[in-house]
Nanobody, 116 residues
Framework: QVQLEESGGGLAQAGGSLRLACTAS????????MAWYRQGPGKEREFVAA???????HYVDSVQGRFTISRDNARKMVYLQMTNLKPEDTAVYYC??????????WGQGTQVTVSS
């Protein structure tokens, strides 16, 4: 059974930085593509960034160049370094396998709030 726990969210000013972390409990973690998703106020959950077993990465256009996803397979952790934060980045951030949909198990997420 997959279990995921996100941490590291908080309040930041526009232009600031935050680093999110995700602890994953799953078999064959190193073989699984992982991703960060987010759900802003009144919006549907959306894809943010993915990292594959070969360490290739993919980002949604709105965060390209500002966010960096990474993983530590030995610790079964995924990270999201967020820089130059914008108010529109305000959301609850989740990690999960990639791809994932609403039928999958999701953690509680971590809240990121960016003030202007």
């Amino acid at each position: 059974q997959v279990q995921l726990e996100e941490s590291g969210g908080g309040l930041a000013q526009a232009g600031g930085s935050l680093r999110l972390a995700c602890t994953a409990s799953m078999n064959r973690f190193a073989d699984n593509p992982m991703a960060w998703y987010r759900q802003g106020p009144g919006k549907e959950r959306e894809f943010v960034a993915a990292i594959f077993s070969g360490l290739n990465t993919h980002y949604v256009d709105s965060v390209q160049g500002r966010f960096t996803i990474s993983r530590d397979n030995a610790r079964k952790m995924v990270y999201l370094q967020m820089t130059n934060l914008k108010p529109e980045d305000t959301a609850v951030y989740y990690c999960n396998q990639f791809p994932a949909d609403e039928k999958d198990w999701w953690g509680q997420g971590t809240q990121v709030t960016v003030s202007s």
